[in-house]
């Protein structure tokens, strides 16, 4: 008879497998990717290392799934602000704002998962959630042209500048703190609202 897992063991299966990926994302905050190494993980799930790999063939595959959920949440964050009833150009630099803000609480953790090298397996999420927020941004900003807010141009490429200028907005101040955080995303948002030819 084939062995079959029963409920039980499956939820503390999936349980095993949440507090893995939270232990990932706190060794990631503490020592960036660099220095995280899958023991620290396992001791702070509170599984053993060849748990931790019965979940994830690789180190490279963790910390994949790890920033993908961090990103993911993140966009849910900016989509949500996204869609408010504000008009458009308003709805792009909240978005700006809102993402800007939340980075800058992230302080380490977020400069790993914005500037720090990493393996491909791991930077090809990073990539995917560049493309997705350039697609956030690219439809705000048709949005705005065809509501006669912004000049006619190519929504793609203004949504690609936009995270381009964000992120690397956010490098020094995550990495030293040399500007206040409310006069940084202020400026940001001006910029990016400017950029795009809209009202500041």
């Known amino acids: 008879m084939a062995y079959r897992r029963t409920a039980l063991m499956e939820a503390r299966l999936a349980a095993d497998r949440d507090r893995i990926l939270v232990a990932a994302c706190d060794v990631v905050r503490e020592a960036g990717f660099a220095g995280a190494k899958i023991l620290a993980v396992a001791a702070g799930a509170g599984v053993s290392t060849g748990s931790v790999y019965r979940h994830f063939p690789s180190k490279s595959a963790l910390f994949a799934e790890m920033l993908r959920e961090?990103?993911?949440?993140?966009?849910?964050?900016?989509?949500?602000?996204?869609?408010?009833?504000?008009?458009?150009?308003?709805?792009?630099?909240?978005?700006?704002?809102?993402?800007?803000?939340?980075?800058?609480?992230?302080?380490?953790?977020?400069?790993?998962?914005?500037?720090?090298?990493?393996?491909?397996?791991?930077?090809?999420?990073?990539?995917?959630?560049?493309?997705?927020?350039?697609?956030?941004?690219?439809?705000?900003?048709?949005?705005?042209?065809?509501?006669?807010?912004l000049p006619v141009q190519n929504p793609y490429t203004g949504g690609a500048a936009i995270i381009g200028a964000v992120l690397e907005g956010l490098v020094r101040p995550l990495q030293d703190g040399a500007l206040d955080p409310d006069d940084l995303v202020a400026e940001l948002r001006a910029f990016c609202v400017r950029a795009v030819g809209g009202a500041a």
């Open 70 to 149: 961090v990103c993911a949440r993140e966009y849910a964050v900016a989509a949500a602000v996204a869609v408010t009833a504000e008009p458009p150009v308003q709805r792009l630099g909240d978005v700006v704002e809102v993402f800007a803000h939340r980075s800058l609480l992230g302080g380490r953790l977020a400069y790993a998962v914005i500037v720090e090298p990493m393996d491909p397996e791991v930077d090809q999420v990073r990539l995917d959630a560049r493309r997705e927020l350039s697609a956030l941004f690219a439809g705000l900003i048709d949005e705005g042209i065809r509501a006669g807010e």
